[in-house]
């Protein structure tokens, strides 16, 4: 399942965000939250929430979720102000952009893509004549 937000699209199965079709670089950590934001996106997701959920069994700094959620907005375009991830002060922060749902096209081979037939190659026989089991 794809998240398309304008001109972005984030692809959890993959791993990858893109604008306008290119990749965003992103870092782990802040691609995992913006993962939890869009799933979640009907709620606000508590803080303790998301820390368990980014660092499980490790105990970090809340600055931690802070640099996360800076390096998320970064990278989907938002300007800090809320635009797609907003903050509810003391609960969380939510994804408040509006979000389409596109179900993901398995990747095709590289040959395939190119409009290349697939072609069977016979293996070649033995030096000494005998077939190969």
């Not at 508590?46 to 959920?53: F, R």
Request: hydrophobic share 40%; aromatic share 6%; proline share 10%.
């Amino acid at each position: 399942m794809l998240y398309r937000f304008g001109a972005y699209e984030l692809d959890p199965q993959a791993g990858e965000l893109r604008r306008d079709g290119e990749p965003v670089e992103m870092q782990p950590k802040p691609f995992e939250l913006l993962c939890t934001l869009l799933r979640e996106r009907h709620r606000v997701v508590s803080h303790d929430e998301l820390l368990s959920e980014l660092w499980p069994d490790t105990i970090v700094a809340p600055s931690s979720l802070t640099k996360a959620v800076s390096l998320a907005r970064r990278a989907s375009g938002d300007t800090g102000r809320g635009e797609r991830i907003r903050s509810h002060s003391k609960r969380g922060y939510r994804f408040s952009g509006d979000v389409a749902m596109v179900d993901a096209l398995p990747p095709r081979p590289a040959a395939q893509a190119a409009g290349v037939a697939d072609v069977a190659v016979p293996a070649p026989a033995p030096a000494d004549g005998r077939p190969f089991v």
